[in-house]
C-alpha cells in the first residue's frame, strides 16, 4: 500500500491566495523530504529537499519565498504556494527516503494537481 | 553535473509484443539508476533500481533493467506487453555521494498500448 500520502490530490484556487499542500511518511519517519513539479507531460523537477528540523534547501530558480516549507514533524512536510499565480499551475508530488542504505528508493505520493484561476 | 537522457518521448507497441526503453546517463562514476512508472495523474512507482552488483535487475510488473557501463545505459525491458503497462516511464538517477536518494529525472517515455 502507499506509503506516503499527499493531500489535497486536487486544489482550484483564485489568484493571488495561499495553498498548502501537505505530504505525510504513514509508516516510516522521514528526515528528508523531496518535492517536485511536473508540468504537462514534462519530468519531473526537483524544487526543494526538506528538512526535519531544519531550512528546506531550495534548487536554483526556485523562490523559497513563494514555495514555503515546512518539515515540523518527522513525518510530515508542507509546502505553500504564496500568493499563487496562473503561471503556479502544475502537478507537484512529494517523496520521501524511507531506509538507512545509500540508494534506498523514495517513496512518491500520488501528486497534487494545483489549478489556479 | 549530472543527466538523464530518454531518447524516446512516445513508443507505441502491440499488446504481448517485447519492449524497450532506453536510457543513457551521464555520470562521472556508476550512479544509483532508477526506473520509476507514473499512470495519469498519479504520483511515482519504483519498477526496479540498480546500485552495485548484477547488471541484469528485475524488477515488479515483469520488467527488467540492463546496467551495460560501457554504454552507459540502463535500459528497461518487458518480454510481454499488456495494456495496462501504458504509462509514463521515468529513468532517474541518485548519486551515491549523497546516499542516492536526490534523484534526477529523465524527460520520460509515454508507452501506449495497442490491442
Known amino acids: 500500500g502507499a506509503v506516503v500520502s499527499q493531500h489535497p490530490s486536487w486544489v482550484i484556487c483564485k489568484s493571488g491566495t495561499s495553498v498548502k499542500i501537505e505530504c505525510r511518511s504513514l509508516d516510516f519517519q522521514a528526515t528528508t523530504m523531496f518535492w517536485y513539479r511536473q508540468f504537462p507531460k514534462q519530468s519531473l523537477m526537483l524544487m526543494a529537499t526538506s528538512n526535519e528540523g531544519s531550512k528546506a534547501t531550495y534548487e536554483q530558480g526556485v523562490e523559497k519565498d513563494k514555495f514555503l516549507i515546512n518539515h515540523a514533524s518527522l513525518t510530515l512536510s508542507t509546502l505553500t504556494v504564496t500568493s499563487a499565480h496562473p503561471e503556479d499551475s502544475s502537478f507537484y508530488i512529494c517523496?520521501?527516503?524511507?531506509?538507512?542504505?545509500?540508494?534506498?528508493?523514495?517513496?512518491f505520493g500520488n501528486g497534487t494537481r494545483l489549478t489556479v484561476t | 553535473a549530472q543527466s538523464v537522457t530518454q531518447p524516446d518521448i512516445h513508443i507505441t507497441v502491440s499488446e504481448g509484443a517485447s519492449l524497450e526503453l532506453r536510457c543513457n546517463y551521464s555520470?562521472?562514476?556508476?550512479?544509483?539508476l532508477f526506473w520509476y512508472v507514473q499512470s495519469p495523474g498519479q504520483g511515482l512507482q519504483l519498477l526496479l533500481k540498480?546500485?552495485?552488483?548484477?547488471?541484469l535487475v528485475q524488477g515488479i510488473k515483469g520488467f527488467e533493467a540492463e546496467f551495460k557501463r560501457s554504454q552507459s545505459s540502463f535500459n528497461l525491458r518487458k518480454p510481454s506487453v499488456h495494456w495496462s503497462d501504458a504509462a509514463e516511464y521515468f529513468c532517474?538517477?541518485?548519486?551515491?555521494?549523497?546516499?542516492?536518494?536526490?534523484?534526477?529525472f529523465g524527460g520520460g517515455t509515454r508507452l501506449m498500448v495497442k490491442p
Open positions: 540498480y546500485f552495485s552488483g548484477d547488471t
Open positions: 517523496s520521501a527516503f524511507r531506509g538507512s542504505q545509500g540508494g534506498s528508493p523514495l517513496h
Open positions: 532517474a538517477v541518485g548519486l551515491p555521494n549523497n546516499a542516492g536518494n536526490m534523484l534526477t
Open positions: 555520470y562521472g562514476a556508476t550512479p544509483y
